[in-house]
């Protein structure tokens, strides 16, 4: 027995879940409809796959969610999972589990894929045929993936930066890069049966203001930590910038990054494919302005050529949306990327040029960092600041990084903090900026976070 | 004044957190900024030793009801001296809610002022005149 | 007396109008706000105007639907004429105007300005203080804008062919373009006082599945018929044509055409704006969709750099829609256009290259007619049919050619008819076209007509 | 069977119109198609003059019940054969009304088909339907 199928053992021998049959998941996948698997997807369909979010308490209520996103002609469907499981606190999810059963009144923000089990969940999975994407944000992901999997959800959101820095107060962030390192090896043994398994890294990050630089190397670096422990399909994301000029720019320089890296790294044989995510910050309180704005998301999406969108719905602002409004969002941007085909091909030369300067240049710090291995140089470069984003929670986090929009809505770094970019392209976000003299900068940063208000 | 402010229970929203600490700053308060993902018993321990007048908690996720309905019981259990004010403020509820249904709801928890999606300029302009008619 | 300002004495000396004071009307457009005048807008703006259409049948609820349109942002203000007025039937116009007066109810289509008068009608928009655009559809609109221009109206839609090709089945063809160029004149001299008066065409057209070629001869031809009487600012306009490449290389084409013609004929002092219309076609029985639909035109609109965008709502598949629903859209509009900033240039090379040379090709044959004046060239042209749209009611309209979407929705030749394109061109068209082997044309267009349901 | 079709009143919306006068080849019958712009009594006289089986009437701007609410009167002056069909459908109202207020109201008008806001196939197909019950 390897070492990683020892600790899988243990991992899986936990009083709330039965017994865990390894065999028979490893035939479940082998012999698993390639309709499950996104990667499959990815591979025969040129359209934008549609990806909303949602999870609730009880198997009932994401049944009917799946049927309500199903009509709504939805390509991918979510997990959400509820924030008990999350933090690995299986007893309680299992208490108010039983409650949001009983009174049937949601007493979880999503589905306790870990007391549910994989025998139940895998039915209601393979009853809809679709590809289930799971969405979490759980540093210790360990057994929750391995129910995901043995349920017929063949793509894992997440990692160990992106799940972490924007998630988390004080996860330690070595346990989080070891135990994504368990994800990433469960889902490239299992990528050996069937279709690949796909792992997606969160882009969006603290979705304020983030800087695209910063964004692309967390990226490239999650995709690089994936790869090398043997998973064959990727998807790099972002979420809208507030620029559709940054978007595109973004779009062009993490395709072609991604792809350069995966290679340089000798991952040749990998997919990558890219994922955008509609606004992730602060929607207005305003229905009929939220919808335009996921419309004009819709439309940028298409622009840029993503090859998933995940939606957000018209209630963003006001709470957790109901599996109406969420469907109706996915419905109507379905409507809009089928009016819009060949689209012309755009980009920006200059910016393009300055932005992968900079993906290079906080890269090449990161990649001489002394220390043996990749996650450790990951780690160091976070805990020096080389990474440093925005309104992270995180306390490893070095908060030196300041941002700013320029007269475009372009975020740029107005402070670099320990961000190794050049002299000349901090210069280059420099001269974009232009705050009048008086302007504090605090204000300039609240009417920024605001944008779309 | 001394306020104590931060985000209640497993919530990671932190955007609100980082201005509302400006914001104070600029009123003239001192602050004592606990961030974000900060227990009941970790706001009141703070009051006490930091001899705060304000309590000041951001709730974002939804979670505020689960974290905050003790707050009275846990009131009692502490000495607090007379007139600490008790504030909450975010998007206090799962799913959607009328502000006219929350507001009471979180006053009977023990709550002097409360906010449901209200900007946060107004609610500190609004604790500014609570604390001038309470002088 | 000047032969001009005979025939307009003869024209305004009407029974359904108070007596014409032609003094009082130029003191008061020489003395005008220039907030009214739209060409004073398009010179000190940089942002899209906003201008939704709309028009009822009396004073007091026109007052109110600009109210609407103010507190939603609005930047031009449209006043629809209702039908009557349109065929110059002012006496069943007057009579429905006091059945509406009197029974609350809307008995007319639109607002019957002839009868309502000038010195009624300068009050309001006086009060608002807002440019606003006749919107009408009246081949012989001789009295209708001598009215309108007195009230403060100092943008004139329309023109002989862009009138008349769409709106009637058999108005005299000749007479339109008589009647048109009173309207140029009159503007024309009015421009000498203040502000220039604006004159826009309607590009639209049939709304189906018109082809950019066309559109384009069609705007140019009007845009030279108007700036030859003397008219100083004018704007070209088309409508989504469905496929956002061809609203860009549309755009593109337009715009340099525009300039280039104007120059050529000797109008190098004229100011020429683009306006686009957002889609114009069959809108689905469905409201979300429709939202979607408007707001990913508002993007379109954004992306080619147009000046004005006119709205459409929610409510187009149903009936007029309330003052309400237009003012919405108009507040959505605004919402989206104030989030599209520094957006990339964009264009197609080969495809601006076709339809550079299609405008060309036609505009020569047009030229090439051996009348002595423009207008009769046109008229010729039209006659003849190298200039023939899809879908006219008019009965001189020659109907022979045929359009159909190409696989990223270009609206495309497939059947040229007598349109003097060349053989390259029309090869070029043909060669983007993909019907399958049993396909029927006409299944193929209705589909393309539908394409947005 | 022969149909005479056309668009009412000062209506120039000619798209319904040019793919009702396919359509209705395409299932068999004989097309008098007088275009858009036509009043009452033309398509009345019309049919007369083809010995006509149906007349199918499209209306897209709003003006359908100004030009129509006298059609039983006219068609008591006009001597038709037995067994004329008529048929009117499109947007038949200014502004919003349901099809259950309208098809009523235009069945009192002497129309025996009518299709507000139908599609043209459908509203063919129950043509289709009718003729064979009344056959
Ligand atoms: C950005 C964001 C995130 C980022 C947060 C990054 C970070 N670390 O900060 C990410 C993507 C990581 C995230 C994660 C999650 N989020 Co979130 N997130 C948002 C979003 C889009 C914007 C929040 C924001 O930054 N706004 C800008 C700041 C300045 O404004 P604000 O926080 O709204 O606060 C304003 C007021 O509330 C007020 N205010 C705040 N505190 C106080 C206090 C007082 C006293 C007063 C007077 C006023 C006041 O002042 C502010 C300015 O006006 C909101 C939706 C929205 N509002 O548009 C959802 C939202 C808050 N998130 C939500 C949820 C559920 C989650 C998740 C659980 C994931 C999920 N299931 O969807 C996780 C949370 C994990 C956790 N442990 O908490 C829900 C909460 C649901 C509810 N209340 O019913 C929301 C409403 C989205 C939704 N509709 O579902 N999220
Ligand atoms: C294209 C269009 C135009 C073009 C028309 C070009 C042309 N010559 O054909 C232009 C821009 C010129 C135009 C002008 C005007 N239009 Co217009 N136009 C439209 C639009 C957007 C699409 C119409 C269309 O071609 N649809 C595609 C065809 C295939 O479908 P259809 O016509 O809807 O018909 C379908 C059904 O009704 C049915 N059908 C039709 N006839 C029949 C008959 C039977 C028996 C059956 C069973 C079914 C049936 O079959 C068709 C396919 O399913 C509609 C709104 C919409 N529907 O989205 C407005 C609309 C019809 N127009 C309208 C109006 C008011 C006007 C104007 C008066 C201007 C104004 N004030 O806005 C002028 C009309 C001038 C005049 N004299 O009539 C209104 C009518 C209002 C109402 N009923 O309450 C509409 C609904 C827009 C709106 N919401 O205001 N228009």
Known sequence: MTLLQREREIIVRNEYIDHFDFDEVKEFISGASKNLFISHRFKNSKEILVQPRGGFPTYDKV???????????????????????????????????????ANDTDMLNGYPLVNHGY??????????DTPVSLRHGTPDARLLIEVALASGIFEIEGGPITYLLPYSKNFPMDKAFLYWKYV?????????????????????????LQPPAIVIVIQLLEMLLSLEEGVKSFSVSFSQTGSMLQDIVSSNVIKKLARHYADKFGHDDATINLVYHQ??????????????LINTSTVIASMIGADKIITKTRNEAFGIPTKEAN??????VKYTLGMLKGLPKVGDEEEEENLTNEVHEILEAVFNDGADTLWRQVFNSIKNGYIDIPFSPHIINANKVITVRDKNSNIRFFKRGSVPISDKSFAFEKSKISLKDGDRVVDKIIQDIGIML | ??????????????????????????????????????????????????????????????????????????????????????????????????????????????FDLVFHQVDLNEGLDQLELFLKASK
Not at chain 1, 193 to 205: A, D, K, T, Y
Not at chain 1, 327 to 332: E, F, K, P, S
């Open chain 1, 63 to 101: 049944f009917e969610l799946y049927k309500e996103f199903k009509d709504a002609n939805v390509d991918v469907l979510p997990l959400t999972i509820d924030s008990n499981t999350r933090l690995n606190d299986y007893a309680t999810a299992k208490k108010m589990l039983s409650l949001s059963e």
């Open chain 1, 119 to 128: 025998r139940t969940t895998r039915k209601m999975i393979t009853h809809y």
């Open chain 1, 184 to 208: 990433e090896r469960v889902c490239a043994e299992y990528s050996k049966l069937n279709e690949p398994i796909n792992r997606e890294s969160f882009g969006p990050l603290s979705a304020t």
């Open chain 1, 279 to 292: 606004w992730m910050g602060a929607f207005p309180y305003n229905r009929e302005y939220s919808d335009s």
């Open chain 1, 327 to 332: 469907a109706l969002a996915v419905a109507n």
């Open chain 2, 1 to 110: 004044m001394k306020v104590v402010t931060g985000v209640v229970g497993n919530d990671i929203h932190v955007v609100a957190n980082r201005l509302i600490d400006i914001s104070l700053a600029e009123r003239g308060f001192e602050v004592f900024n606990l961030g974000v993902n900060t227990y009941l018993e970790e706001f009141l321990d703070a009051v006490i030793e930091t001899d705060a007048d304000v309590l000041l908690i951001s709730s974002l996720n939804g979670e505020a009801e689960g974290w905050c309905r003790d707050l009275q019981i846990l009131k009692s259990q502490y000495n607090f001296r007379d007139n600490v004010i008790f504030m909450i403020g975010g998007n206090l509820v799962v799913g959607e809610t009328t502000a006219e249904e929350i507001v009471p709801r979180f006053k009977s928890y023990g």
